[in-house]
């Protein structure tokens, strides 16, 4: 079964978060009847934002506006030169998101703003200043990569690959060059060895000073937030998303687990759900999250 998709203009835009970079995305304004509230679209880790723009569009089409944006150092977001640019993980929810949240409450500030976040765009909305004004959160194989947490058949694998491969040659390029390897986007070597080196608990990453704060601000957020996770991810186990939505003390969580086999697919794995194959089963399903706030899978939560 096929749903058509309307047809959305969307419109690029440039954001300047507070240290003067530069953003680069669109806003996908809504085409259909009353509107229902902005969402934000939280790429993954290496993820250029244009594979999420068929679901913006998707959403813009059903009453949304919708906003989708490249991190600092990825695709539209790139600078000149990778190579010692200095961008972080952390400066993509602190600085990023935090200045696409403040745009999107001045474009319509009576809109309720809600979020989807992929992989670590499902994490970082927590370590932005204005994160309480999220009103509901939905979150797809969000974790914050700690390697113990892959899939156990596939863990010995990823490690040599993001926590051996990746930190090596990121010393010796001053930059993750993932898109010739074939491994996603190009990655700033701060982003590369936040990832590489990253510890059970995600606040280590930071200087000891900070760390108070950066639990702070991730207990602040109250929306709630349904976190979604599929069998065959070798990423975002179910382990691994429990551990992210653990910094979250202040939300209402609810932690779902999916398999291929609901949508009467072989495999969907880290990427899937976001494929367009999805659009007439996940797709309309978020709808009800997102629009309602009611929980499409109450059979799949986890306890």
Request: hydrophobic share 45%; glycine share 10%; aromatic share 10%.
């Amino acid at each position: 079964m096929s749903i058509a998709v309307s047809v959305v203009e969307p419109r690029p835009i440039e954001l300047a978060c507070h240290d003067g970079v530069t953003l680069r995305g669109h806003i996908w304004p809504h085409v259909r009847g009353d509107k229902s509230g902005t969402v934000i679209v939280n790429p993954a880790t290496g993820v250029l934002a244009r594979f999420y723009h068929r679901y913006a569009a998707f959403l813009a089409g059903r009453g949304f506006d919708v906003i989708t944006y490249d991190y600092r150092g990825i695709g539209a977001s790139r600078p000149a030169s990778l190579r010692h640019c200095g961008h972080r993980w952390r400066d993509w929810g602190e600085r990023d998101f935090e200045a696409v949240l403040r745009l999107a409450k001045r474009l319509d500030p009576a809109a309720p703003l809600m979020v989807v976040g992929h992989s670590i765009g499902g994490f970082l909305p927590g370590l932005a200043e204005s994160a309480p004004a999220i009103a509901r959160m939905l979150t797809v194989g969000a974790q914050y990569a700690f390697w113990r947490d892959y899939a156990a058949d596939r863990r010995l694998r990823l490690f040599l690959k993001w926590h051996v491969a990746m930190p090596v040659l990121t010393a010796l390029l001053g930059y993750f060059p993932g898109k010739r390897l074939g491994w996603l986007e190009d990655l700033p070597a701060g982003v590369a060895n936040e990832w590489s080196f990253r510890s059970a608990r995600m606040e280590l990453s930071y200087p000891e000073a900070e760390r108070e704060n950066v639990l702070r601000h991730l207990a602040s957020v109250s929306a709630p937030i349904l976190a979604v996770g599929v069998t065959d991810d070798e990423l975002g186990t179910p382990q691994a998303i429990a551990r992210a939505l653990g910094y979250y003390s202040g939300a209402t969580t609810t932690q779902m687990l999916l398999s291929p086999s609901d949508f009467d697919k072989r495999e969907i794995g880290h990427f899937g759900l976001f494929h367009d194959r999805h659009t007439s089963d996940f797709w309309l399903d978020t709808l009800l999250w997102l629009r309602d706030g009611i929980n499409p899978w109450p059979g799949k939560v986890l306890g």
